[in-house]
């Protein structure tokens, strides 16, 4: 197997390169709390950084050799080292004081852990990890309103092979060579934005809302005053800061340097009423 570039010039097989993948993960699975130093955690994030652009050029290497087997593979093993990444980043974030920020971490160490479940038979052990941060969900953070999009589409057309969605055979969420299979939706109009109890995605939910002082954030909880010129009406209509649609199926391949950088929300933010 071309692995040269796994461990240091070494030609490794493919158990040894599962190990060294599987030794990498469990490394970083340490520093999974937040009572862990925030630098340590910080150069873990890094290291997984470096261990899934690894896992990717692997991957790379599979399909060219047509080996769906093995690219399946290691299209799990980028999920898993994104999922472990996500939740460092999510106990970095909630230490730094941006909960927001953190929420969509965990939201996407939770897309990551389902993700690798579906890539590979060998990651059906990422289920407890899924419940794990489920559960974290609801001990760390404060309930959240979520919200669903839903509009209609001309076409739906499948991204493994661009025929028409339904009628070439292949299932979305299931892995083909390396690469997930999506439904695309072509030619979209939006039709209603609704409140809802289970979200398909749950980083879809009110932001922040309208109070007589400013706006207060769902998850900090802490008030914003009002910009000049901003006005709010006693008895009015509720005015809330949403996002309704989020446009990063992938999240979790986000390197850690381009989530501590980055400020603004990678996810569509929009006012509504
Ligand atoms: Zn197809």
Known sequence: MALSDVGKGAQLTLNEAIQYFNAGIEKAEIYLSPARDSKLQLARCHEMDFLQQQAT?????????????????????????????????????????????????????????????????GFSHCSDRLQKLQNIEETIFPPQVFLS????????????????????????????????????????????????????DKRCRIVSFKTKDGHRDRLSWDITPYAAGETHEDGGPLHANTIFMSLNRYPYLTSSRKVLDTEASETEQAQSA
Not at 87 to 96: F, I, S, T, V
Not at 149 to 175: D, M, N, W
Request: a neutral charge.
């Open 57 to 121: 050029r692997i991957k790379i290497d599979a399909i060219q050799q047509n080996d769906e087997n093995v690219a399946n593979l290691f299209l799990a093993f980028e999920c898993a080292i994104g999922a472990v990444r996500a939740e460092l980043l999510m106990w970095l974030l909630l230490k730094q004081e941006k909960p927001n920020k953190a929420w969509d971490q965990l939201i996407s160490a939770q897309i990551a852990c389902l993700d690798a479940t579906r890539a590979h038979t």
């Open 149 to 200: 999009a839903g509009f209609v589409a001309q076409a739906l057309e499948c991204s493994i092979c661009r025929q028409r969605y339904g009628t070439c055979g292949h299932l979305r969420g299931k892995p083909y060579m390396g690469m997930f299979c999506e439904v695309i939706h072509r030619g979209i109009q939006g039709d209603h934005v609704a409140i809802v109890e289970v979200p398909a």
